[in-house]
């Protein structure tokens, strides 16, 4: 009998994380549908961010989590994206794990 390899267990969780029973929902990302977890609260808790505001409008940050396997390519820097209809820039993306963690910024009035 052979022991499951600790990669087979990063993908149970990672399917577990995007499952949409439990964290995930279905969100457009450039026209494509896919399970993706979206959080606006953890970039004010890794850092010292803060909402800038001038003038009636803000800039708003939020985060993005989807399977890089589900994206017909990784989103960079500058880039424009449309989530759920509203046009974001990207202010970087990183990969772990086969997980891109997708930081958006856009600007509120």
């Known amino acids: 009998m052979t022991m499951p390899k600790l990669k087979d267990h990063l993908n149970y969780d990672i399917n577990t994380f995007f499952n949409l029973d439990e964290f995930a929902q279905i969100h457009t990302i450039d026209g494509k549908e896919v399970p993706a977890?979206?959080?606006?609260?953890?970039?004010?808790?890794?850092?010292?961010?803060?909402?800038?505001?001038?003038?009636?409008?803000?800039?708003?940050?939020?985060?993005?989590?989807?399977k890089a396997a589900d994206l017909p390519e990784r989103p960079v820097y500058g880039q424009q994206l449309r989530l759920d209809g509203k046009l974001y820039t990207v202010i970087e993306c990183s990969e772990e794990m086969g997980v891109l963690e997708i930081v958006l910024g856009a600007n509120e009035s």
């Open 37 to 66: 977890v979206i959080d606006s609260d953890v970039l004010k808790i890794r850092s010292n961010y803060k909402t800038e505001q001038y003038d009636g409008v803000y800039a708003s940050r939020i985060a993005v989590y989807v």
